[in-house]
């Protein structure tokens, strides 16, 4: 199994510029949750989606985040546009049966700094 | 006051040592318990549930007490590759998955 799958791996960006990080879940695992790290807060969770539908955004820090998931095996989340304040490892997780019941797999992470 | 507190670490142990990590979590309605590992610049991992009667998984031991609202971990034997940052990870009623800072544990030869 290819785990978690993020792209891009790093990104550089200028401040008010719009970015986009990438995830695939892994096959068979119905939900999907992005999370932001840092070394102020933590690890933080955004967003999670189940069957693709949007669940629980209230970690959400404004409304220049967003994050869709068109398909069981893709997800994005987008910053329009980005601060010097969103640079952070931003992780992607999935499992096969939600929060508190199964295992979560976490992505390798984008490592994001906005300048 | 954090939901999830965590000792703050760095914790420098000897190979071999037993080394022990406590949390706190404030939110009574709690449901779900775990510890993840985090290795440097990597992703996290579940390393094992917590649960009340406590578990055990080769030298990590963990427990729970709902009365303190308090989780430890316990790690016997430390090895050098146990250095990594622990997560303590609570999970709200209501589902949503509350983590500590983390731990930070360096064992030295």
């Known amino acids: 199994d290819a785990g978690v799958i993020q792209s891009p791996r790093h990104e550089v960006t200028e401040m008010g510029q719009e970015v986009t990080l990438r995830c695939k879940p892994i096959?068979?695992?119905?939900?999907l949750f992005w999370y932001r790290q840092t070394m102020m807060r933590g690890l933080e969770l955004l967003i999670y989606?189940?069957?693709?539908?949007?669940?629980?955004d209230s970690g959400m820090p404004e409304d220049r985040f967003s994050a869709k998931m068109p398909n069981a095996s893709f997800s994005t989340l987008k910053i329009q546009p980005s601060e010097p304040r969103d640079s952070a490892v931003y992780f992607c997780?999935?499992?096969?049966?939600?929060?508190?019941?199964?295992?979560?797999?976490f992505g390798p992470g984008t490592r994001l700094t906005v300048l | 006051r954090k939901e999830v507190e965590q000792d703050p670490g760095p914790f420098n142990v000897p190979e071999g040592a037993t080394v022990a990590f406590n949390c706190t979590y404030s939110n009574s309605a709690s449901q779900s318990f775990f510890w993840y590992r985090q290795d440097c610049r990597k992703e996290p991992k579940l390393l094992m549930s917590v649960y009340s009667s406590g578990n055990e998984d080769g030298r990590f031991t963990a427990q729970l007490n709902r009365a303190s609202q308090y989780i430890s971990l316990l790690i016997r034997d430390s090895k050098l590759s146990d250095s990594a940052t622990y997560l303590c990870?609570?999970?709200?009623?209501?589902?949503?998955?509350?983590f500590g800072q983390g731990t930070e544990l360096s064992v030295k030869p």
């Open positions: 990870v609570v999970i709200r009623q209501g589902g949503k998955l509350i």
């Open positions: 096959s068979g695992h119905d939900y």
């Open positions: 989606f189940n069957n693709n539908v949007p669940i629980d």
């Open positions: 997780a999935s499992s096969k049966q939600g929060l508190d019941t199964d295992t979560q797999y």
